[in-house]
């Protein structure tokens, strides 16, 4: 089965619009109804200005998942260049690190890593030192089958693929199966090279289950915007079950 890991960003985007001291919704209480309805990992991407998930947010969702939902996959997401994150992930030492190379004050994560040689020399050793530490190590990459053969020289040991072009190919309807087959290719690359496949970025219970059916080899789907959104209507377990049924049916 294809795991979920449900990034938890946007609960916490909601608790920031009003006072830290309320903690409404709180993002460890959040994250507990998420494990219990069966995902199988937890993201994270603490961003240097904090305005989702915090630091702190961090430390705290570690502590939970580590005391009651051990078998839960702790992911966290970001740049390793930016803040304080080398830190946070050297000292909690999550299941996944995910590199990200995302700017502060960037809206999103919106492409992934070019790997010239002077990112390839900064990524190097930084990659070297989280899996020193135990954790797997992922790099967020756009569908390039050159890149990703990059990735995999760099001692990466997976790969996640941005999906945001598949998703706007399938909510616009154009260029949907010259779009898909780029992540097919892309995928290939990375099985060839040795590499774990993840996939985030726009996925939805609508265009998931086309895109996981198709591209071979995807281990884990990362999804927070759309899920959180789609439980404000279904109800947050319900939405979780929802994309497990669709991924145990692949």
């Known amino acids: 089965m294809i795991k979920l890991s449900v990034n938890v960003n946007k609960i916490a985007l909601l608790r920031n619009a009003r006072s830290l001291d309320l903690n409404i919704p709180d993002v460890c209480e959040m994250t507990g109804v998420i494990a219990v309805a069966g995902a199988n990992g937890i993201t994270v991407h603490p961003r240097p200005d904090q305005r989702h998930i915090r630091y702190d947010d961090a430390y705290e969702v570690s502590q939970l998942l580590r005391k009651n939902f051990p078998k839960v996959e702790y ?47 900064k990524l190097k050793p930084i990659i070297t030192k989280l899996k020193d530490c135990g954790i797997r190590v992922s790099l967020f990459m756009d569908p390039h089958p050159e890149e990703i053969k990059a990735a995999a020289n760099l001692g990466t040991d997976r790969v996640e693929l941005y999906t945001e072009p598949y998703a706007a190919a399938f909510r616009k309807n154009t260029a949907l199966e010259d779009t898909l087959q780029k992540y097919v290719i892309a995928a290939k690359t990375a099985l ?16 998931l289950e086309l895109l996981v059916r198709t591209v071979p080899g995807i281990l884990e789907v990362s999804i927070g915007h759309a899920l959180i959104a789609e439980a404000l209507k279904f109800g947050l377990e319900k939405v979780v079950k929802d994309y497990l049924k669709i991924l145990s049916a692949i």
Do not use: C
Request: glycine share 12%; proline share 6%; hydrophobic share 30%.
């Open 192 to 207: 060839d090279a040795g590499l774990g496949l993840n996939a985030g970025h726009d996925l939805n219970l609508q265009n």
């Open 75 to 121: 992911n966290i997401e970001g740049n390793p260049f930016t803040g304080r994150y080398m830190d946070i992930v050297t000292e909690l030492k999550p299941d996944q690190a995910t590199l990200v190379p995302d700017m502060p004050g960037q809206n999103t994560s919106d492409h992934g890593w070019n790997l010239d040689i002077e990112n390839r020399k």
